[in-house]
């Protein structure tokens, strides 16, 4: 068969796109037509920046959701005779498989296009995760050294600036080499640090419903058994179900990258609590006597959010982007795992000859880290609007 | 403001040793020293011959005594094999049986033994650092004019068409780490047979095969345009969007301002009131977070240097590691933790100088 | 004495005519003939000559000119005492100074060096070595027999760690040392070797790149600090990772004026394992030849100019099961996983072709010994049944590699053929640093070896029960009996009927997945001379040119 030419192969993709298309179409009717009611999402859509940032972000959001029926090939079987083909390649032998490689080849004859879209898979189901996990640390650790200040505040402002002052790559190297692996050292970290979100919310809803023992117990409790068994499962690796697990290597990974990313977490936590705890509405409160964990929470946080969420957004590509550097020091997740750093650096090695297998997601991890930022822009601006 | 300078290499010097300390006890695992072993003496010796290894070469003794020797708050390891010859950690580092016994650690001075390049960590580290040193002075040179320049121009009048498309030229770069730039870069500029190398040649442009050259090694001999640009630019692409940035930021902070109202009021024309009156106040912030990008360039560094194999510190950083080099990891810790903490300190003064209203208590 | 040696000169070692026919018969390739005929002790035209050919002229077709400076591509590691060597690329660089008693040749004979010629007895158990006259150190102390024996008893020391030279003198140690009597200094210029057990492969075993010739002054640290040696050339830098460079030594006369050292100065540049930095080097021509080069790279370096040079060899990788882990102590599931990999396939997919397809029993077609055997089969489905027959329907093997990039897409390509069977599978590669720490106890890993002249060679060093280098933990008692049996047998042919039945043992106990023999493959410029690739990495840069 002839190789495709760049038209169809465009064409051929956007309706392997198919259920991505029709999915933003629908989340952007639905959301300008109820922008109104939606608070600070539905602001979003007043901005031209961040319309295109939430696009792009949910475009690979969709990708990676739908990704079963995106790819037209495994992302890891081999196919004999595409070995670095160029895109539009068709297969010497097709059977019962799509019949071309729509971005061609890699250097071990696998659909370049397939493994993008997995590798969107891979990076989206731990860049936020890992930046959800660091914000409640930070949050966590930052609202009480920020309102209670003192002696509590040097250590572990002290403690932040001392992971801080490690050059990143080089925690990396120390922390996510084979070695480490074998020692106790990865899932004591994730064990105190996988501790710090249940403790969140369970003192989150405690400080929320204490005078309401009976609905508190039940929210607490649920809250206690779920965590349980996440954390049973991730941790120790030990869920009875299955349903949560994470292999060493990427539980090594993922603390590495948390743990480099809490700190500075911490830090914007602890400044905006400064600031706001001089306002009046929580010394209300404090003569209301309520308990500080109630204020911290419940008054102090929802205050700050506007500088967070923009923040998480910007972390989510800060996070991605460190996962890449993982990829290319070799450090990374699986070998064959079809991540964007992985790839890029695999491509790396022929890319004046086959550029294409390096390129692929290279555009794609840059649009990823570009729709983020302009996302984070737009909410900047529209919170700063109120 | 002594007390302040006091209190700040106090907090440095505390930060250092535990950071070398997690660096020593990282590094001193039994899974990493038979790594070392085997990467010094060869890689299929067998369990015994390891523990051998380990043994004569002065890894057997506990953690904490080897950190202290490090330190050179306790002496040398030292051992006298069968024939009566005198093996140490001083004997080897100051090169006579003599020193046996003494303390050679990095309070008197002595970094100790790269044993992946076979020499003094300050020797190896001076080499590297003065390498690396020209690499970030070009990298500064690009960044600062070219980010500042972006920054203003977007600040000056915000929402601008211009400010709309220098901002997503800044946001586009700071999306886009250096092993992403990098890559692009030389399949752009650096390869004969892809990007703009093959069109430039067939013009009759260039004389050589390619327009830049994708490998920096022969820059430690010579920096050229043709051999240093790809890397610096790498570096700076990636730093250029955040300081623009927050330039930015701060310029359009300081343009809304009453001082500048009045002073537009008053009729001086547009490019007065910029160049005279928000300059030097739209730059605190920028001069602040220059500062503090500089150890934040680092990681960009070692991509840079890693990926154009460009001998300097980040090059060196990683050697170390992957070799599992101890005393060279902790020696390009001790002065990473240096750069951290005095380019945060300059910050901070800075940001007292250039602002008046600041003191600090 | 000289009446032994004047005799032993005209006389033909029996093997060696046995060869000859072996070689007449087409039962032995040519490169095979040499390197068994010089072995014991021919020289290289007279074994030329037993076979009815005449010798390659050693004259090239231009003559080589002098002078010039000589830009290389290669690793530069830490120096350490020879002996202890695991690396071809320390040996390379330091062999402008540190010469060898005889060298292994691209066609496959051995060329005497510091020797002038040696003679094994018929038993193949008492060796002769003569001493090349003339030779001299460049501190100016005379070569003799005393440095000779200094040598063999450095190599026969097994109480230093890593000492490799010891396991390849075989018996002549014992314990940790020289056997008695085992080296004999019979004048200045002769040696005598006394082994007790015959080993055919003694004289290239100290052809072999851990073998440099020391002078008695060294005492085990860096070859480069103190460079005393026979060579023309002396080290004039050497820096770790960054590079080395090597020139003519102009206070030496060297034994071999004339035959070598043209050029004036050789700088190594180590650029890395990133293969990508050597090509950009190459484009902006700052290197004119590099070590090594792997699968695509090849093509890319033809294709900036650097045409390459290919050797055949008998290395390959060695995707095995250690018997003593769960679930590879079971026969069925690895004869399963093997049942699930097309050998042929992977050779396509992780090596580019490059090479020949290899039958799953580590040997060579290219050794004496190699008996044919019945083709293997390939069949997914046969292999996912016996999978779950075993049990493992639903277990998850892993495949550990090195993350050498030819390494790591083999085994990603046998991965991939055992997935497709329906078969889980992972793939995990571990850092060069640490790979090496358990490459012995890896459930399932792969190893790269090196190629050993002798079928019985590597089956000796990796299969036999209880040797330290057997990472399939593999223990079979009518394995080692043969192979005992096979190492007393000097004819080819005899040894072949043994041999048969050890590669049958091999197969039928599932050792291991061993999909392909490597070429290997070198660019270098086209106005480089003298520095094609040779099987075992040799760089021997004595004998470079440039027009």
Redo the contacts between chains.
């Keep these: 068969m002839e190789p495709l030419s760049w038209f169809e192969i465009l064409a051929r993709i956007a309706q392997q796109l198919l259920p991505v298309w029709v999915a933003l179409v629908l989340t952007y009717a639905l959301s300008i037509r109820f922008k109104r009611r939606l608070g600070l999402y539905g602001k979003l859509f007043d901005s031209t920046v961040g319309m295109i940032g939430f696009g792009i972000v949910m475009f690979w959001l969709f990708v990676a959701l739908f990704a079963n029926f995106v790819v037209t090939h495994d992302s890891l079987s081999q196919v004999s005779g595409m070995r670095n083909a160029v895109p539009g390649s068709a297969l010497r032998d097709p059977r019962d498989l799509y019949p071309y490689y729509l971005l061609g080849g890699d250097s071990l004859a696998r659909d370049v296009f397939s493994r993008m879209v997995m590798g969107a898979r891979e990076v989206l189901r731990i860049a936020p995760f890992a930046a959800m996990i660091s914000f409640m640390i930070g949050i966590t650790l930052g609202l009480p050294a920020g309102y209670f200040a003192g002696k509590l505040d040097t250590g572990l402002t002290f403690l932040a600036n001392l992971v801080l002052a490690f050059p990143v790559i080089l925690l990396f190297f120390l922390l996510v080499a084979p070695e480490i692996q074998e020692t106790p050292i990865p899932r004591v970290m994730a064990g105190i640090l996988f501790l710090v979100p249940i403790l969140f919310v369970t003192v989150l809803l405690n400080a929320r419903f204490f005078t309401q023992p009976a609905k508190r117990n039940l929210y607490v409790g649920i809250v206690l058994a779920v965590g349980a068994w996440a954390y049973l499962g991730l941790v120790f690796n030990a869920d009875p179900v299955g349903l949560w697990s994470m292999s060493p290597n990427l539980l090594n990974v993922f603390v590495a990258v948390v743990f480099v990313n809490a700190p500075t977490v911490f830090r914007i936590v602890r400044g905006i609590t400064l600031d706001i705890k001089t306002r009046d509405y929580v010394a209300a409160a404090q003569t209301r006597g309520e308990g500080p964990w109630y204020i911290m929470l419940w008054e102090i946080l929802p205050n700050a959010r506007g500088p967070l969420i923009v923040d998480f957004c910007l972390r989510i590509g800060y996070t991605t982007i460190l996962l890449g550097t993982l990829g290319f020091f070799g450090l990374g997740v699986s070998p064959e795992s079809p991540d964007w750093g992985s790839t890029i650096n695999a491509g790396r090695r022929l890319l004046t000859v086959y550029p294409h297998p390096a390129l692929v997601p290279a555009l794609s991890l840059m649009s990823l880290v570009l729709g983020l930022n302009l996302l984070a822009d737009g909410l900047r601006e529209e919170s700063l609007r109120d | 403001m002594l007390l302040f300078l006091f209190r700040r290499i106090g907090l440095m010097l505390v930060t250092a040793l535990c950071l070398t300390f997690i660096v020593f006890a990282l590094t001193n695992m039994p899974a990493k020293l038979e790594t070392l072993a085997k990467t010094q003496a060869g890689s299929r010796m067998t369990d015994a011959e390891v523990d051998r290894w380990l043994e004569r070469n002065g890894y057997a003794s506990p953690m904490l005594v080897r950190y202290g020797e490090w330190l050179g708050v306790l002496p040398g390891w030292v051992r006298t094999d069968d024939g009566g010859t005198v093996t140490g950690r001083c004997v080897a580092l100051r090169d006579t049986p003599e020193a046996a016994g003494e303390r050679c650690g990095i309070l008197q001075g002595d970094w100790g033994f790269s044993t992946r390049f076979r020499a003094g960590v300050a020797e190896v580290l001076s080499a590297r650092l003065g390498a690396t040193g020209l690499l970030m002075m070009w990298v500064l040179i690009v960044m600062v004019p070219m980010a500042l320049i972006v920054g203003i121009l977007a600040g000056m009048r915000e929402g601008s068409r211009t400010d709309r498309a220098l901002s997503t030229v800044a946001i586009a770069s700071t999306a886009t780490p250096e092993y992403v730039s990098g890559v692009l870069l030389i399949a752009l500029l650096a390869s004969s047979t892809v990007g703009l190398s093959p069109l430039l040649v067939s013009w009759g442009w260039i004389d050589g095969p390619v327009l830049f050259q994708g490998n920096a090694r022969s820059a430690l001999e010579d920096i050229t345009l043709s051999n240093f640009t790809l890397p610096v630019l790498t570096i700076a692409l990636y730093g250029m969007g955040y300081v623009a940035r927050i330039t930015r930021a701060s310029m359009t902070e300081v343009m809304t301002q009453q001082y500048i109202r009045t002073a537009r009021l008053k009729g001086v024309s547009f490019g007065k009131i910029v160049v005279k009156h928000a300059l030097r106040n739209a730059l605190i912030a920028p001069f602040t977070v220059i500062m503090l990008q500089i150890p934040w360039l680092l990681n960009g560094v070692v991509i840079s240097e890693v990926l154009f194999s460009y001998p300097g510190f980040g090059w060196t950083l990683y050697e170390a590691a992957v070799n599992n080099d101890i005393e060279l990891l902790l020696a390009s810790s001790v002065v990473a933790v240096v750069v951290v903490l005095v380019t945060q300190l300059i910050s901070d003064v800075g940001y007292v100088y250039l602002n008046p209203r600041i003191r600090i208590s | 004495m000289k009446d032994f040696s004047q005799e032993a000169v005209d006389r033909v070692h029996p093997a060696a005519d046995v060869y000859a026919r072996d070689y007449r018969a087409g039962k032995l390739s040519r490169r095979e003939f040499l390197t068994r005929a010089t072995a014991l002790g021919l020289a290289a035209p007279a074994a030329y000559g037993l076979i009815g050919l005449a010798a390659p002229s050693v004259a090239q077709a231009q003559t080589p000119t002098m002078g010039g400076t000589l830009k290389m591509q290669m690793a530069i590691k830490?120096?350490?005492d020879p002996r202890?060597w695991?690396w071809s690329e320390l040996a390379n660089a330091c062999r402008g100074w540190l010469e060898y008693l005889v060298d292994y040749q691209r066609d496959g004979t051995l060329l005497p060096v510091l020797l002038e010629g040696w003679e094994a007895s018929d038993d193949a158990k008492t060796y002769t070595l003569r001493v090349r006259p003339g030779v001299k150190w460049n501190n100016g102390d005379d070569f003799t027999a005393a440095d000779v024996a200094h040598n063999f008893e450095r190599w026969c020391d097994g109480s230093v760690?890593?000492n490799?030279m010891a396991t390849r003198m075989g018996s002549l140690v014992e314990n940790n040392m020289v056997r008695e009597g085992g080296i004999e200094i019979v004048d200045d210029l002769t040696v005598r070797i006394n082994l007790s057990q015959p080993d055919i492969a003694l004289m290239v075993s100290v052809a072999d790149y851990p073998a440099a010739v020391m002078h008695p002054s060294f005492t085990g640290d860096?070859p480069v600090a103190n460079p005393i040696g026979t060579g023309p050339y002396l080290p004039v830098s050497y820096?770790?990772?960054?590079g080395a460079v090597v020139e003519r030594n102009a206070d030496h006369t060297w034994w071999n004026e004339g035959n070598g050292a043209y050029l004036d100065r050789i700088e190594f540049?180590d650029?890395?394992t990133?293969?990508?930095?050597w090509?950009?080097?190459a484009?902006?021509?700052?290197i004119d030849l590099n070590y090594q080069a792997q699968?695509?790279?090849i093509?890319?370096f033809d294709?900036?100019g650097m045409p390459r040079t290919e050797a055949v060899t008998a290395a390959t990788i060695a995707v095995r099961f250690n018997q003593e882990n769960e679930p590879y102590d079971n026969k069925d599931v690895r004869k399963a996983l093997q049942l699930a990999v097309s050998n042929a396939?992977v050779l396509?997919?992780?090596y580019?072709d490059l090479g020949t397809v290899a039958e799953n029993h580590h040997v060579c077609p290219i050794h004496p010994e190699y008996a044919e055997l019945a083709p293997l089969t390939v069949d997914g489905a046969a292999a996912r049944a016996a999978i779950e027959a075993a049990g493992l329907g639903d277990y998850e093997f892993e495949l550990i590699s090195i993350?050498e990039?030819w390494q790591?897409?083999t085994c990603?390509?046998v991965?991939?053929q055992i997935?497709?069977a329906g078969i889980n599978i992972?793939?995990?590669?571990?850092?060069g640093?640490?790979f090496?720490?358990d490459?012995t106890k890896y459930p399932f890993s792969a190893t790269e070896w090196n190629m050993r002249p002798l079928g019985v060679q590597i089956l000796n060093l990796a299969y036999r029960t209880g040797v330290?280098?057997n990472e399939a933990a593999f223990s079979n008692e009518e394995f080692d009996t043969l192979l005992d049996q096979a190492n007393g047998i000097a004819d080819a042919d005899a040894r072949r009927e043994v041999m048969h039945r050890l590669e049958e043992i091999m197969q039928e106990e599932g050792v291991l997945i061993q999909p392909y023999w490597r070429s290997i493959f070198r660019n270098a410029r086209p106005n480089v001379h003298g520095a094609e690739m040779h099987p075992t990495f040799v760089v021997d840069y004595v004998k470079y040119w440039l027009s």
């Design positions: 830490a120096q350490r202890t695991d760690e890593g490799s860096d820096e770790p990772g960054i540049i650029l890395g990133d293969p990508a930095a090509v950009a080097s484009e902006s021509g700052e699968g695509d790279i093509d890319i294709a900036i396939i396509e997919l992780g580019n993350d990039p790591a897409e990603d390509a991965a991939a997935r497709d992972k793939r995990t590669i571990l850092p640093a640490t090496w720490n490459w330290p280098w």
